[in-house]
């Protein structure tokens, strides 16, 4: 059982800023052996990637709406990804989530991951 928590989310004007963090735990759980990604679901909207990291923290991905604002990186040490959002706007505000990819590579699609966070609510105001 791997469990997932995100944190960091919260109320921001457009333009502003915000760092989402994920922490990884489980009893048999190897962060280090997990791809990491992120996903948002804005209310009536399918639910769409934002960002991925492989295990070891060589390879990102992002989806083109975010590229050049959003900025994926992890911490092994501490079990943790992270979601460094800048330039942030109204269109960004959605319910974001983490989830956890066994040996993967950092995958655009949901369906590759094995386990999800209950998510934290971002909302920028215009």
């Known amino acids: 059982q791997v469990q997932l928590v995100e944190s960091g989310g919260g109320l921001v004007q457009a333009g502003g800023s915000l760092r989402l963090s994920c922490a990884a735990s489980?009893?048999?759980?190897?962060?280090?052996?997990?791809?990491m990604g992120w996903f948002r679901q804005a209310p009536g909207k399918d639910r769409e990637f934002v960002a991925a990291i492989s295990w070891a923290g060589g390879s990102t991905g992002y989806a083109d709406s975010m590229k050049g604002r959003f900025t994926i990186s992890r911490d092994n040490a501490k079990n943790t990804v992270y979601l460094q959002m800048n330039s942030l706007k109204p269109e960004d505000t959605a319910v974001y989530y983490c989830a956890a990819d066994f040996r993967g590579v950092g995958s655009s699609s949901d369906r590759r991951y094995d386990w999800w966070g209950q998510g934290t609510q971002v909302t920028v105001s215009s």
């Open positions: 489980g009893r048999t759980f190897s962060f280090s052996n997990y791809a």
